[in-house]
Structure formats: C-alpha cells, structure tokens
C-alpha cells in the first residue's frame, strides 16, 4: 500500500531534479514510507523531461506526466492528483526551496491528528521584499475572505487526505485556493505547519508580480462560484431588488415632492428635468435586467440538474 504520494509540478527545472528525487528518496528510507514521486512536466522548454525519464529508469518509485505545452500548475496539480494513490498525497516544488525533510512532519499531521489539509506556512522567506509584502497582503485578504486562518495561501508545499484531492476541481490559476475549494467541498479541518524556506540554488523564478493581481481576480471568482453556481438567483436578485427599490424610492420621493410644490405653489422643476429622475430610471432598468440574469442563470442551472457536484462519502444499504 502507499502511504504518501508527492506531487511535484515541473517547470524548466532540470538542475534541480536529480538532488530533490536523492533527497526525497533518503527521507522516505530513513522512515519506511511506501511512496510515489509524481512529476508533471508543465511543457518545459530545457532538458526537464529528459532528465526525469533518466531518474525513472534509475529508481522505480519514480512516475512522469508530460504536457504538450505550459498549461499552469494549476493543470499540472489536477493531473497529479487524479493519478496519486496514496493515502495522503502531498504537493511541492521543484526548485527545491520546499525542504523533503517536512514531509515527516505533515504525513504525522494528516494521518495522527487527522487533519484534511495541512498547508506549510514559510515563516522565514529568502525572498527580496518586492515578493514578500506584496505577499503578506494577498494572505492577509484572502484569509479574511475565505474564513481560513492560513498565513501563505501561496506555499507550494502542502499535505492532503487522498479523499480531499480526488474530490477538487482544481483549474486555471486556483491552485492558491485549493484550501477554500476543500473547505466548500465539506473538508473543514485545515491546520498549518511552519516549514523551512530555502534559497533557490538553481536558475530564477518562474512567477512575476502578476501572479497578485490575476490571483485577487481568482478569488472572487472562486468565491463568486462556490456559494452561488446551485442558486445564482440569490446574487443577481438580491442586487436586482436593492437597485429597483432605490429607483422605485427615488421616483416617489420626485413625484411627491412635485405634488407637494403644485399644492404650495412653489415652482418645481420638472421630474425629467432633474438628474435624479434619470438616476432612478437607470437604477430601475439595471434591477430589472439582474433579475432577468438571475432568471437566466437559474434556468440554465435547474437544466444542469442531472450533473450534481456534491460529494459522497460513505454509503450504506440496508437491504437483505
């Protein structure tokens, strides 16, 4: 049986590869781990695969997946994960500045404490400050969004049950959020454990500062999807009821205040002479079209019926 599967996303790494399997392979000898190494080859562009077929026919726990192109570690990690066997799989880099020696410590987290999820938090980073400030804002926002205490959301090592990967849908960039996707999927035991960060040894970073932005843009989408893609009627009408009565409120209170001028003979523009009266007719007609999107939406969704997304975990019949 395998105990732990590592999942290691690769791209354009080749220097890096043979010392990170030599030190994977020592710690897991030093425990009597049953393990797999899975590399995903994200389309790289140097030797990267030719080196880790080379590590496969040295050492048999050794498995490849190879893109025809770079398809984000987002892709590489739903691959890996759809292919790992073991009871808990843990996730990593390539660059080795994730250290194999943690992996003891997150297998112990997962398997004797029971965690689903334990995410590493780099407490000390080698990193210069243009990446590490920006980076503790982005934890410190999507911590507050998604309600899970984790100080780096960003951290590519990270230890889950085999059921909680078999179980996300991980796509585009929401690599960062597989936490909350899990949490939303009903695995809410999430702990942190403090790793070592280590200097890159080999080549340079393969993510810019617009990993911040597109990851801001990933958590509303992620956040947007998961609460309302069974009742997208709840958003759009909620905001469609909010725009309508202020434009219903703003109308009255011109109409009353019309008549109110003509009683008193006090000279009062006329409604479509005011500003607010178009105000309030914009506010009325975009309330209008979020319930016919609210509409729409749950037309299309009540059609979808058939594909549920809701995970069973255990079931039994009672049958004779």
Known sequence: MIQISIVIPVYNEEESLPELVQWINRVMFDHGYAYEIIFVNDGSTDRSWEVINELGKQNGNVKAISFTRNYGKSAALDVGFNKAIGEVVITM????????????????????????????????????????????????????????????????????????????????????????????????????????????????????????????LDLMSVSFVNRYKKKPMHFFGAFGILSFITGFLITVYLIVEKIRGLRQGIFVREITDQPMFFLALVALIIGVQLFLTGFLAEMMTSNNARRTDYNIEKELNFNP
């Open 93 to 216: 880099d390539a660059d080795l500045q994730d250290s194999p020696d943690e992996i003891p410590g997150l297998y112990d987290m997962v398997c004797n404490q029971d965690y689903d999820i334990v995410s590493g938090w780099k407490k000390q980073r080698f990193d210069p400050i243009s990446k590490t400030v920006p980076s503790k804002f982005f934890n410190g926002v999507t911590s507050i969004i998604s309600g899970i205490p984790l100080h780096d959301f960003n951290c590519g090592l990270k230890a889950y049950k085999n059921k909680v990967v078999k179980n996300v849908n991980v796509y585009g960039e929401m690599h960062r959020y597989i936490p909350l996707i899990a949490k939303w999927n009903g695995f809410t035991k999430i702990g942190e454990k403090v790793v070592e960060h280590r200097p890159r040894k080999y080549g340079s970073t393969k993510f810019g500062m617009e990993r911040f932005i597109n990851g801001f």
